[in-house]
């Protein structure tokens, strides 16, 4: 398994290390391990937290479907 440090993360996301402990702390951010102190992440869980934020236009939230029509 490969495993990436919250700077590793932070690099990746473009998000600040104190971001992604608030996210850790809301349960809105990518799964974590808490190993002794020290925190790390699962490569492939980091990349399926990124594909959750994909988006297909600049207004629309994820929870609506693409072609759907606001009633």
Known sequence: MNFLSIDDVA???GLSPSTLA???MAGAG?????LGRTIKYA???VDAWI???R???TWADNTQQS???AA
């Open 11 to 13: 690099a990746l996301t």
């Open 22 to 24: 608030k996210k850790r």
């Open 30 to 34: 990518p799964a974590f391990f808490k």
């Open 43 to 45: 490569a492939a869980d």
């Open 51 to 53: 594909m959750t934020r």
């Open 55 to 57: 988006r297909t236009t």
């Open 67 to 69: 072609g759907a029509q």
